[in-house]
Nanobody
Framework: QVQLVESGGGLVQPGGSLRLACTMS????????IGWFRQAPGKEREGVSC????????YYADFVKGRFTISRDDAKNTVYLQMNSLKPEDTAVYYC?????????????????????WGQGTQVTVSS
C-alpha cells in the first residue's frame, strides 16, 4: 500500500510560480510512474504531467508545456511539479497519482484508471 500527500498549493497572482510536492509513504520499495492531474470546478479531471518509473521519461499536456516541469527525487520519495507563468485557467485542485509498473513511459491523457494510488489533492488558485 502507498499513501500520497500533495503540498505546496495556494493563492498566487497571474505570472507567478508555485512548486507542488507529492510525497510517497508506505511500500515505496517498488517502481512507480507518477502523474499530476488537475480538476477545475465543473470540469473533468485532466492530465498535466507524468514521469516514468524507470526510463526517466516525462510528458506534459500541451497547455503546460514550457511552463511546468516535473521532477522526481527518489531518495526523498517525492515528485515535484514546478509551475511557472501561472494563468487564471490553471486554477484547480491538483492531484498526484502513482502506478506500480516497470513499463517505460506513463499515462497522461488516457488510462487514468491505470494509476493505483491517488492523493487527496491541493488547491491552486491563480488570481489577482
Amino acid at each position: 500500500q502507498v499513501q500520497l500527500v500533495e503540498s505546496g498549493g495556494g493563492l498566487v497572482q497571474p505570472g507567478g510560480s508555485l512548486r507542488l510536492a507529492c510525497t510517497m509513504s508506505g511500500n515505496t520499495k517498488a517502481y512507480y510512474a507518477i502523474g499530476w492531474f488537475r480538476q477545475a470546478p465543473g470540469k473533468e479531471r485532466e492530465g498535466v504531467s507524468c514521469a516514468g518509473s524507470t526510463d526517466g521519461s516525462t510528458y506534459y499536456a500541451d497547455f503546460v508545456k514550457g511552463r511546468f516541469t516535473i521532477s522526481r527525487d527518489d531518495a526523498k520519495n517525492t515528485v515535484y511539479l514546478q509551475m511557472n507563468s501561472l494563468k487564471p485557467e490553471d486554477t484547480a485542485v491538483y492531484y498526484c497519482a502513482a502506478e506500480k509498473t516497470i513499463v517505460a513511459g506513463c499515462w497522461l491523457t488516457t488510462h487514468q484508471d491505470e494509476y493505483d494510488y491517488w492523493g487527496q489533492g491541493t488547491q491552486v488558485t491563480v488570481s489577482s
